[in-house]
């Protein structure tokens, strides 16, 4: 089944602890991003990947690191979490470009930062 | 800056309403527009797009059209539904050069909820 997995789901934890979610697509997409949603705000993106390592900044990418060093993963990692970053988190992927083809997202994961 | 404004929510209508989620936009290039869905508990699906003035983008009886003029996007639907209930997002993808480098920026998000 075509999909974009994210692991952990539901993840809580403290602050300053270095936490890694995962994200991979089985579509050999070369587009993948992230997105943070919050209430009020609509989703913002945080990182975007035009392919193997190719990365550049969204709107939101202070405290955030990604990594694109095979095509189906790219993990986001956060070095220091703070609660302002607790937030729901989705991955994304697409073929190609946005206008020609369709982004598909995965299931969410839900971050809370105490 | 590139920014996407919805209409504030949430929606409230009965079934059969007709349903209309304003949308428009600040662009310093030429975007691509999309509305994406989002139904409880999911993540977001596309549901219609159009990539430049005056297409028509359609999907499950939701129609939109690119107004350059006017810079929206207005998301309509003639009946709906109570399945149609979810939170409707506008987005924009501006191309530099016409080259799409996948950045995509969201309005805030309206919430519709079709009662029986």
């Known amino acids: 089944e075509a999909q974009v997995t994210q692991n952990p789901r539901y993840l809580i934890t403290v602050t300053g602890k270095k936490l890694t979610v995962t994200c991979s697509q089985n579509?050999?997409?070369?587009?993948m991003s992230w997105y943070r949603q919050d209430p009020g705000l609509g989703l913002r993106q945080i990182y975007y990947s035009m392919n193997v390592e190719v990365t550049d900044k969204g709107d939101v990418p202070e405290g955030y690191k990604v990594s694109r060093k095979e095509k189906r993963n790219f993990p986001l990692i956060l070095e220091s979490p703070s609660p302002n970053q607790t937030s729901l988190y989705f991955c994304?992927?697409?073929?190609?470009?946005?206008?020609?083809?369709?982004?598909?997202f995965g299931p969410g994961t839900r971050l809370t930062v105490t | 800056g590139d920014s996407v404004t919805q209409m504030e929510g949430p929606v409230t209508l009965s079934e059969e309403a007709f349903l209309t989620i304003n949308c428009t936009y600040t662009?310093?290039?030429?975007?691509?527009l999309f509305w994406y869905v989002q139904y409880p508990g999911e993540g977001l699906q596309l549901l219609l797009k159009a990539t430049k003035a005056d297409d028509k983008g359609s999907n499950k009886g939701f129609e939109a059209t690119y107004r350059k003029e006017t810079t929206s996007f207005h998301l309509e639907k003639g009946s709906v539904q109570v399945s149609d209930s979810a939170v409707y997002f506008c987005a924009m993808e501006v191309n530099a050069g016409g080259t799409s480098y996948g950045k995509l920026t969201f309005g805030q998000g309206t919430i519709l909820t079709v009662h029986p």
């Open positions: 994304a992927s697409s073929l190609r470009g946005l206008a020609e083809y369709e982004q598909y």
């Open positions: 662009a310093t290039g030429y975007p691509s």
């Open positions: 579509m050999n997409h070369e587009y």
